[in-house]
């Protein structure tokens, strides 16, 4: 697990591929977000915990570990019921059901990183301020 300071919303990515997780990464700093980068749910679930301000999930739905990405979206929101979601997945027809609560979103892959930002703006563009 490692991050990234920044003056922004708080990404926490969860990507168990080490490429995709490195362009998501450097895609998402250029876009001034600051980055908690997870490999498996087991690391993504310490850094729900250790950060406080993380402003969006950014998760892809088949990540080892303990629990899938959908099961770790369900355990954050249990720490932070609001925590908006980006879903991302190479099998969109493949996805269980999801408890909509209006505040997650998936992207299919393959995605240009710029659509990904692009979510990830949206999404945290309606948050209050973090502080």
Same mark, same amino acid.
């Given at each position: 697990?490692?991050? @990234? #300071? *920044?003056?922004?919303?708080?990404?926490?990515?969860?990507? %168990?591929?080490? =490429?995709?997780?490195? $362009?998501?990464? /450097?895609?998402?700093? @250029? #876009? *001034?977000?600051?980055?908690?980068?997870?490999?498996?749910? %087991?690391?993504? =679930?310490?850094?729900? $915990?250790?950060? /406080?301000?993380?402003?969006?999930?950014?998760?892809?739905?088949?990540?080892?570990?303990?629990?899938?990405?959908?099961?770790?979206?369900?355990?954050?929101?249990?720490?932070?019921?609001?925590?908006?979601?980006?879903?991302?997945?190479?099998?969109?027809?493949?996805?269980?059901?999801?408890?909509?609560?209006?505040?997650?979103?998936?992207?299919?892959?393959?995605?240009?990183?710029?659509?990904?930002?692009?979510?990830?703006?949206?999404?945290?563009?309606?948050?209050?301020?973090?502080?």
């Amino acid at each position: 697990m490692a991050n @990234d #300071e *920044g003056n922004t919303a708080r990404v926490l990515l969860v990507e %168990d591929d080490f =490429l995709i997780r490195l $362009t998501l990464v /450097e895609a998402l700093r @250029d #876009e *001034g977000f600051a980055v908690v980068e997870a490999e498996t749910a %087991d690391e993504a =679930l310490a850094a729900v $915990t250790a950060y /406080e301000d993380i402003r969006v999930l950014l998760t892809d739905v088949q990540i080892p570990g303990t629990c899938n990405g959908i099961e770790l979206a369900e355990r954050a929101r249990s720490l932070r019921p609001s925590l908006p979601v980006l879903f991302m997945t190479g099998r969109p027809d493949k996805v269980p059901d999801v408890r909509r609560t209006g505040n997650e979103a998936f992207i299919a892959k393959p995605y240009l990183p710029s659509e990904v930002t692009a979510a990830v703006r949206r999404m945290t563009a309606t948050l209050p301020d973090a502080g």
